[in-house]
């Protein structure tokens, strides 16, 4: 009987510590071939998220949704200007000055001049720090002349 007895407390001590001891042991990683421990994961440095240039320049949103319908406008009239064969090279670059002018005046009226010089200031400053390739096309997809002016001083890529 005693025989009996250590053998069921055996089983029950069997059952009872072999999941236990499952959980607790690690699970060994693949080897990829190396020898050498993976080096531990370092946290990742937080970036410090500025805020956006219109609101460093102390513009509202509706503002700027406002400009940026401005700009759209604007595109699609110097996309129109394009791709119409009935006028000259040098016709279209008159229509498009035109239409940069418009756009400047639109934005000066929706826009006071400090708010808007403080936010082309903000957006020059990114741009120096994260440049973007040279446009080499114009707005009808020739080459830019190097005589040409820039329409004011005012880059409308910048939202």
């Not at 500025?50 to 700009?71: F, H, S, Y």
């Not at 002349?145 to 409308?156: F, L």
Request: with cysteine; glycine share 6%.
């Amino acid at each position: 009987m005693r025989v009996f007895r250590d053998g069921v407390l055996a089983v029950l001590f069997l059952v009872l510590m072999v999941p236990a001891i499952a959980q607790t042991t690690e699970p060994q990683a693949a080897p990829t071939g190396s020898s050498a421990p993976a080096p531990p994961a370092r946290p990742r440095a937080r970036r410090i998220a500025e805020a956006p240039c219109w609101k460093q320049a102390g513009l509202t949103a509706d503002m700027v949704n406002r400009r940026w319908k401005i700009e759209d406008q604007s595109k699609m009239k110097i996309d129109a200007v394009c791709n119409d064969p009935a006028t000259s090279a040098e016709q279209k670059r008159t229509k498009i000055e035109e239409i940069h002018a418009e756009t400047d005046q639109e934005i000066a009226q929706l826009i006071p001049s400090k708010e808007l010089q403080a936010f082309n200031s903000c957006q020059a400053a990114l741009d120096k720090k994260r440049p973007k390739p040279a446009k080499v096309l114009g707005p009808c997809g020739g080459v830019i002349p190097s005589t040409d002016a820039t329409h004011g001083g005012m880059d409308h890529e910048h939202h």
